[in-house]
């Protein structure tokens, strides 16, 4: 089978274009980026408000200013007015000093008229000068009193003045006082959302690499010969071997796209009396149809060789040995995908990149595999990317659940065209560097989890989901130093820090929601995590090799004996 290297986003592209997916196959595809997109949505909602808030504020703030500012300038123009009238009142004092004499002596001369009045011989005249010496004497009263009212007026703005002045100077330092502590409000939320997004955003690079390494982002194909099974690695190596109280992680498919045909399927439904275009229709929707394919494509190192007689008849996707109708539906899937290259005058690569191709099984190919390629010669798909697989996990697209009876359930494994066909895959827990038996195990013999190491993955499940705190956040790594290195918690470490989030100690029971081809939630100790995010956990923190190698999509079960 041939390996999927272009990027997820243009693969998917591809896809829709071709086939109408369903929405809860979007969801597999974009799961882990959804989430990720989901938190981030729900750090910057959070501090919306809070920033509308300070807006609003700091608004009103500046308004207050601008007001103080205005009282401000009419204070100093009050203090120019004051300055201008104590000038003014050096001269009323003098102008007062004179009235008050004056007015002394004209009440002495009223009083003096009043006797000339009295022994007066020209009355007449007598109270002439009697009523002008009492119209001077209350001229300078008025005066007097209108100077006495004018120093009070003074009087009265300058002690008003001060009061302004110290008001002002009260309400500058709390408006000061306010502006700074909201700016400081600010920059908090600023920085306080910039680690949300970092830490949201993406993982440290050093958990990527893990990520990537254990996601199964490589899509395996069966090749010549079968998938080797390995019994730890099976359920019942693990009912049969594991202690008591331990837990393993079964992916259901793995490095796989679970997009077009299931090989092993494939397999299965020809056992199951399908004939290959039945087979073809049910994984592509559509049957071939007679095309002139005649020609040469030119391959990677060999240059231009026959198309049906030299390129198809040394495709290694499929075991020779299995049944014939199988064999025709793999002939017809690396037809379809190869005739592109060869109408487009394309070099076409012999790996999984594209599909495997093998230059001595072109030279003797067996004759079951000539046999498949020369009775569907000149057949191809229309209109169809032919992706496959080795094995989906009983669950596809577009098909969705690739079962006898069209449908999952509790059970939906020994209905599966997967496990009908033998594939070793279809519900397997991985501890394995790689997808070979072969392949480095990290010092381990199994993929089982005590109580602790499986309370580990939950806590980390938690930290990973609920702390802001990147310096927490990124030592979740696997505590298998030896192949990971990093500085990793330790089980107690991560323990003390997931315990502010409801971590736990030991697991002592598990349950699994399973939803239409994905896993939606798996509870430990009455923890609930989402399925996304108890992979993503798994694959960052569990120790050794272990992983769910599943890259776009979550679809496992937690078994615990």
């Known amino acids: 089978m041939r390996k999927i290297l272009a990027l997820l986003s243009l693969m998917f592209a591809c896809f829709v274009l071709i086939f109408p997916v369903r929405a809860d196959e979007l969801d597999d595809v974009n799961n882990e980026l959804a989430k990720l997109q989901r938190d981030l949505n729900a750090s910057l909602n959070a501090t919306k408000p809070l920033e509308s808030d300070l807006n609003r504020i700091r608004t009103q703030l500046a308004n207050i200013k601008t007001r ?6 009419d204070i100093e123009q009050k203090e120019v007015q004051i300055t201008k009238a104590e000038k003014v009142l050096v001269k009323q004092k003098e102008i007062i000093d004179q009235r008050i004499n004056a007015h002394y002596k004209n009440i002495k001369k009223a009083e003096g008229s009043m006797l000339d009045l009295i022994v007066a011989e020209n009355l007449s005249n007598s109270l002439q000068l009697f009523f002008y010496q009492k119209k001077a004497a209350d001229n300078d009263k008025e005066a007097i009193l209108r100077t ?5 007026n003074i009087d009265d703005l300058r002690d008003k003045l001060t009061s302004e002045r110290a008001k002002l100077s009260e309400a500058k330092k709390q408006v000061d006082k306010q502006s700074d502590f909201l700016s400081g409000e600010i920059t908090k939320a600023k920085v306080y ?3 949300l997004t970092g830490k949201i955003a993406a993982l440290s690079a050093r958990q990527q690499s893990i990520l990537s390494a254990r996601s199964g982002s490589f899509t395996v194909n069966i090749g010549d010969s079968e998938l ?3 019994y730890n690695a099976s359920i019942a190596g693990f009912r049969a071997s594991a202690p008591g109280g331990y837990f393993a992680v079964f992916s259901f498919g793995a490095h796989t796209h679970r997009k077009g045909m299931s090989q092993y399927g494939a397999r299965g439904r020809a056992q199951d009396n399908q004939d290959y275009k039945t087979i073809l229709r049910a994984y592509y929707g559509k049957e071939p149809v007679g095309k002139d394919t005649g020609g040469t494509i030119k391959v990677a190192g060999y240059g231009d060789i026959d198309f049906e007689t ?15 109708e199988a064999l025709k539906a793999q002939a017809v899937a690396a037809r379809t995908y190869a005739i592109r290259y060869k109408q487009d005058g394309r070099e076409i690569c012999t790996t999984e990149a594209c599909q495997v191709f093998n230059k001595s099984k072109s030279d003797s190919p067996p004759d079951s595999w000539r046999q498949a390629v020369d009775e569907t010669k000149g057949q191809v798909l229309e209109d169809v990317v032919t992706f496959y697989a080795s094995t989906h996990g009983g669950f596809a697209s577009p098909i969705g659940w690739d079962t006898k009876d069209g449908s999952g359930g509790s059970s939906f494994t020994d209905k599966a065209y997967d496990k009908l066909g033998g594939s070793p895959w279809l519900y397997k827990a991985w501890y394995t560097k790689g997808y070979s038996v072969n392949s480095d195990k990290c010092g381990r013999s199994n993929p089982w989890l005590s109580p602790e190491e499986m309370a580990d993955i939950v806590n980390a499940a938690l930290v990973l989901t609920k702390s802001s705190d990147n310096a927490e956040v990124e030592r979740i790594t696997p505590v298998t130093t030896s192949c990971w290195s990093g500085n990793p918690y330790s089980i107690n470490e991560l323990r003390d820090v997931a315990a502010k989030y409801g971590g736990i100690a030991s697991a002592t029971s598990v349950s699994v929601s399973q939803g ?19 992979k993503k956990a798994f694959n960052v923190r569990a120790p050794g090799y272990l992983s769910i190698p599943q890259s776009s999509f979550s679809f496992f079960n937690v078994e615990r004996k």
């Open 148 to 152: 006495v009212l004018y120093i009070k």
């Open 68 to 73: 103080l500012t205005t009282i401000e300038n």
């Open 516 to 534: 239409n081809g994905t896993t939606n939630t798996v509870t430990v100790n009455g923890v609930t995590l989402s399925g996304s995010d108890f």
């Open 228 to 230: 080797a099974d390995d």
């Open 193 to 195: 959302q910039s680690e």
């Open 310 to 324: 030299t390129y198809l008849y040394g495709i290694a996707e499929m075991p020779s040995s299995w049944h014939k």
